[in-house]
């Protein structure tokens, strides 16, 4: 993986939106080869998606050839509730730049089969050639998605019931009213971002770093769901300082490129004794 | 791009770089219209995947519900009470020069007159249900001569002019002491207040909006309950009602004060009059009581005016109670049966310094409230659309942005002078 860390939120929106921005205008989508984006909601994306709309207005970014899949919605809410991911999207992104309507897919949480609407989800994913860039966030419970601390980390879209922490996070949303948050949702799996050519993490704040922690220095676990991303051949952890704060200076040293050179320098048995340890620290992580 | 027809096949016009009026605050919003109607942008993409088929810049100018003037006597030279052989070429000469001034609805006012004017304005013809009517009106009228068209009829509006939401009718069951600038012989009083005495006097209450009447008039409850329950707005005006009357007529049914200050009781801090009704305790549940005020700056002192708004803000209802003269130059002229003298914005009974009605246009009433009682842009554009929308009932349909409503609608900038009015969704007129 690649942990991209910068100082603060802005900075980190601004990191995570210019790479966005970047493999878009690269890729060179046409009305015959579409680039597929898939999407987040939430807090954390917000700043990100700001700094998408302005590249959109500077001319900079166009998303007529862009083909979006959000990774999830709530189940029972309707569609034009101001709490719904189809409003948060259309809010938040849509209604400012120059997406095509039949070019978004969202799941519908109000579909009379669920399990259907699921497997339609699926399909249109393949239909579209696979998604070229999935962009996530993470929940304080390690959760990518709503794919729920024990959720299978080769599942697909489904039903899924929210874990009392996520409903409890989610509160805010319903002016603090636990009964008025709704408890199911539809969401990609894990295995379907998994499948993606391409994944990007945004964390950021510190009530996040507990789970990037557990999702990045400790092993592949299906009750902190963003761990399965190290099995991922190309991801990306794109955080502000406050996440990083579980982490171990080493592990943050070594991705901002500071890590001192001293260490090659000092004597024969103390390089080998670090060496030996990092060894160890690698198999006991095997094996979890 | 694949068609966007799964509703409707009329074009979608997106008007963008523009704030608009929505949820009582000036947004960053772009404001979406089909079919003259407001539309929401999010069902439009997500229910039937459409788009717009027309961008409209408006350079980052100010969009608010077009204004809605519920007490004007004439203008450029028409007086509506004036038993004229056109009073509906005159109506509409007046409807097409207040799109100047931001107003896409009104109500076209009667000052007291004599019963027959009533008659002849009022009177419906049972023919009025049939289509084409214009057109066919002078057919019928050699046919059926016994009956007349309405001269002043609840109107859409358009390119032709604003639209007419129904006749106020000021008068004649109103106070002797207090007429103002009324005839004092065409004051009338109620002999049982119920639905006789009114079609005695009007003739048809059909296209009626409203009704201005002094309380105190014996018998006045019976009319104010006939004509609230029939949907007109009762206001109370040109009255000597003390308030516990004026409390009486709105448990009746009356909403709504015609020109606070003027031609009633002053406020008197052991009897506060009418003007009391701003802050009693003895308004119906539920019920907003309404005043119109003629922030022209003469008709009301400002200070005045603050304490009104910031007594009951909410209630707050820009009028102009314009007469014939507004938009003509200084001089002598006509108003209902009497004689008035124009100096400088002052319209002044002739011989006497009883003004008699207003020379400001709505839009200039907006500017000079917001500037005389330091409130938002926001309270300034609701008191002359959301506020008179509410209290006629329409603001389902009229006065706001809200998807699904009239798209009549005004650009402004940040002076707040009219630039474009736009009724049904359409361009009526322009700067």
């Given at each position: 993986?690649?942990?991209?860390?910068?100082?603060?939120?802005?900075?980190?929106?601004?990191?995570?939106?210019?790479?966005?921005?970047?493999?878009?205008?690269?890729?060179?989508?046409?009305?015959?080869?579409?680039?597929?984006?898939?999407?987040?909601?939430?807090?954390?994306?917000?700043?990100?998606?700001?700094?998408?709309?302005?590249?959109?207005?500077?001319?900079?970014?166009?998303?007529?050839?862009?083909?979006?899949?959000?990774?999830?919605?709530?189940?029972?809410?309707?569609?034009?509730?101001?709490?719904?991911?189809?409003?948060?999207?259309?809010?938040?992104?849509?209604?400012?730049?120059?997406?095509?309507?039949?070019?978004?897919?969202?799941?519908?949480?109000?579909?009379?089969?669920?399990?259907?609407?699921?497997?339609?989800?699926?399909?249109?994913?393949?239909?579209?050639?696979?998604?070229?860039?999935?962009?996530?966030?993470?929940?304080?419970?390690?959760?990518?998605?709503?794919?729920?601390?024990?959720?299978?980390?080769?599942?697909?879209?489904?039903?899924?019931?929210?874990?009392?922490?996520?409903?409890?996070?989610?509160?805010?949303?319903?002016?603090?009213?636990?009964?008025?948050?709704?408890?199911?949702?539809?969401?990609?799996?894990?295995?379907?971002?998994?499948?993606?050519?391409?994944?990007?993490?945004?964390?950021?704040?510190?009530?996040?770093?507990?789970?990037?922690?557990?999702?990045?220095?400790?092993?592949?676990?299906?009750?902190?769901?963003?761990?399965?991303?190290?099995?991922?051949?190309?991801?990306?952890?794109?955080?502000?300082?406050?996440?990083?704060?579980?982490?171990?200076?080493?592990?943050?040293?070594?991705?901002?490129?500071t890590i001192s050179t001293k260490i090659l320098s000092s004597n024969f048995f103390s390089t080998l004794i670090?060496?030996?340890?990092?060894?160890?620290?690698?198999?006991?992580?095997?094996?979890? | 791009?694949?068609?966007?027809?799964?509703?409707?096949?009329?074009?979608?016009?997106?008007?963008?770089?523009?704030?608009?009026?929505?949820?009582?605050?000036?947004?960053?919003?772009?404001?979406?219209?089909?079919?003259?109607?407001?539309?929401?942008?999010?069902?439009?993409?997500?229910?039937?995947?459409?788009?717009?088929?027309?961008?409209?810049?408006?350079?980052?100018?100010?969009?608010?519900?077009?204004?809605?003037?519920?007490?004007?006597?004439?203008?450029?030279?028409?007086?509506?009470?004036?038993?004229?052989?056109?009073?509906?070429?005159?109506?509409?000469?007046?409807?097409?020069?207040?799109?100047?001034?931001?107003?896409?609805?009104?109500?076209?006012?009667?000052?007291?007159?004599?019963?027959?004017?009533?008659?002849?304005?009022?009177?419906?013809?049972?023919?009025?249900?049939v289509v084409l009517l214009d057109l066919l009106a002078p057919v019928m009228l050699l046919c059926f001569s016994?009956?007349?068209?309405?001269?002043?009829?609840?109107?859409?509006?358009?390119?032709?002019?604003?639209?007419?939401?129904?006749?106020?009718?000021?008068?004649?069951?109103?106070?002797?002491?207090?007429?103002?600038?009324?005839?004092?012989?065409?004051?009338?009083?109620?002999?049982?207040?119920?639905?006789?005495?009114?079609?005695?006097?009007?003739?048809?209450?059909?296209?009626?909006?409203?009704?201005?009447?002094?309380?105190?008039?014996?018998?006045?409850?019976?009319?104010?309950?006939?004509?609230?329950?029939?949907?007109?707005?009762?206001?109370?005006?040109?009255?000597?009602?003390?308030?516990?009357?004026?409390?009486?007529?709105?448990?009746?049914?009356?909403?709504?004060?015609?020109?606070?200050?003027?031609?009633?009781?002053?406020?008197?801090?052991?009897?506060?009059?009418?003007?009391?009704?701003?802050?009693?305790?003895?308004?119906?549940?539920?019920?907003?009581?309404?005043?119109?005020?003629?922030?022209?700056?003469?008709?009301?002192?400002?200070?005045?005016?603050?304490?009104?708004?910031?007594?009951?803000?909410?209630?707050?209802?820009?009028?102009?109670?314009?007469?014939?003269?507004?938009?003509?130059?200084?001089?002598?002229?006509?108003?209902?049966?009497?004689?008035?003298?124009?100096?400088?914005?002052?319209?002044?009974?002739?011989?006497?310094?009883?003004?008699?009605?207003?020379?400001?246009?709505?839009?200039?009433?907006?500017?000079?409230?917001?500037?005389?009682?330091?409130?938002?842009?926001?309270?300034?554009?609701?008191?002359?659309?959301?506020?008179?929308?509410?209290?006629?009932?329409?603001?389902?349909?009229?006065?706001?942005?809200?998807?699904?409503?009239?798209?009549?609608?005004v650009v402004l900038d940040d002076t707040l002078t009219v630039r474009e009015t736009y009724i049904a969704g359409?361009?009526?007129?322009?700067?």
């Amino acid at each position: 993986m690649r942990l991209v860390i910068l100082d603060d939120y802005d900075l980190a929106s601004e990191w995570a939106a210019k790479y966005i921005r970047n493999r878009i205008v690269q890729f060179k989508p046409t009305a015959d080869r579409y680039f597929t984006l898939g999407l987040p909601t939430g807090s954390t994306p917000l700043g990100c998606y700001r700094k998408l709309i302005e590249y959109h207005k500077n001319g900079d970014l166009s998303f007529k050839y862009v083909k979006t899949f959000n990774m999830d919605e709530y189940v029972g809410l309707p569609r034009d509730h101001p709490e719904s991911y189809h409003s948060y999207m259309w809010n938040n992104f849509f209604k400012h730049i120059d997406i095509e309507p039949q070019n978004t897919h969202i799941l519908d949480g109000n579909a009379s089969d669920l399990q259907a609407e699921c497997a339609a989800f699926e399909q249109q994913i393949t239909a579209a050639g696979g998604i070229e860039l999935f962009v996530g966030g993470i929940g304080p419970d390690g959760h990518i998605a709503f794919n729920e601390p024990g959720s299978s980390l080769v599942s697909r879209t489904r039903v899924k019931t929210l874990a009392k922490d996520t409903i409890v996070a989610n509160a805010r949303f319903f002016g603090n009213d636990l009964s008025k948050v709704p408890t199911m949702t539809l969401t990609v799996g894990v295995g379907t971002v998994m499948d993606a050519r391409e994944v990007m993490i945004l964390i950021t704040g510190a009530h996040k770093a507990f789970a990037l922690y557990k999702a990045i220095e400790e092993g592949v676990n299906h009750m902190w769901t963003v761990s399965a991303f190290q099995q991922h051949p190309r991801t990306i952890f794109v955080c502000d300082e406050d996440a990083t704060l579980e982490l171990r200076v080493k592990t943050v040293k070594y991705f901002k490129g500071t890590i001192s050179t001293k260490i090659l320098s000092s004597n024969f048995f103390s390089t080998l004794i670090i060496i030996k340890n990092m060894l160890l620290e690698h198999q006991i992580s095997i094996f979890e | 791009m694949p068609s966007n027809k799964s509703v409707s096949d009329a074009p979608i016009t997106q008007f963008v770089n523009c704030r608009i009026l929505k949820d009582h605050k000036l947004q960053w919003e772009d404001l979406w219209v089909r079919e003259g109607k407001i539309l929401n942008p999010e069902k439009l993409f997500f229910d039937e995947e459409g788009f717009a088929d027309h961008k409209v810049d408006c350079e980052d100018k100010i969009i608010a519900p077009g204004f809605i003037d519920v007490q004007i006597n004439g203008g450029y030279g028409i007086d509506f009470s004036q038993a004229s052989s056109d009073i509906r070429g005159g109506v509409a000469l007046v409807a097409k020069k207040i799109l100047e001034h931001g107003v896409t609805s009104f109500c076209p006012t009667l000052v007291t007159s004599p019963s027959d004017i009533y008659h002849k304005f009022l009177i419906v013809s049972v023919l009025q249900k049939v289509v084409l009517l214009d057109l066919l009106a002078p057919v019928m009228l050699l046919c059926f001569s016994p009956q007349v068209i309405p001269e002043l009829r609840v109107q859409d509006g358009g390119p032709e002019g604003a639209g007419v939401l129904g006749i106020h009718l000021e008068g004649p069951f109103i106070s002797e002491e207090k007429r103002g600038a009324h005839p004092p012989k065409f004051l009338r009083t109620f002999k049982a207040g119920g639905l006789a005495d009114l079609m005695e006097i009007y003739g048809h209450l059909d296209n009626v909006a409203m009704v201005t009447l002094a309380p105190e008039l014996a018998n006045s409850a019976a009319a104010i309950h006939e004509l609230s329950g029939r949907g007109i707005a009762v206001s109370l005006g040109h009255s000597m009602a003390d308030l516990s009357q004026a409390e009486e007529a709105v448990q009746h049914g009356a909403k709504f004060i015609t020109h606070l200050f003027n031609a009633m009781l002053p406020f008197h801090h052991r009897d506060p009059g009418i003007v009391g009704l701003l802050t009693s305790d003895r308004v119906p549940p539920g019920r907003t009581v309404y005043y119109g005020m003629i922030a022209d700056g003469i008709h009301t002192h400002p200070a005045a005016l603050r304490i009104a708004h910031r007594a009951h803000p909410a209630g707050l209802v820009l009028v102009t109670d314009a007469v014939m003269a507004m938009g003509l130059p200084p001089g002598r002229h006509t108003l209902g049966q009497q004689q008035i003298d124009i100096q400088g914005l002052h319209a002044y009974l002739t011989g006497t310094t009883t003004l008699s009605g207003s020379i400001a246009t709505m839009d200039m009433c907006v500017r000079h409230f917001r500037e005389a009682s330091g409130c938002t842009v926001e309270a300034a554009l609701e008191a002359a659309s959301l506020h008179p929308a509410q209290m006629l009932g329409i603001s389902h349909r009229k006065g706001t942005l809200e998807y699904g409503t009239d798209a009549d609608f005004v650009v402004l900038d940040d002076t707040l002078t009219v630039r474009e009015t736009y009724i049904a969704g359409q361009k009526v007129w322009r700067k």
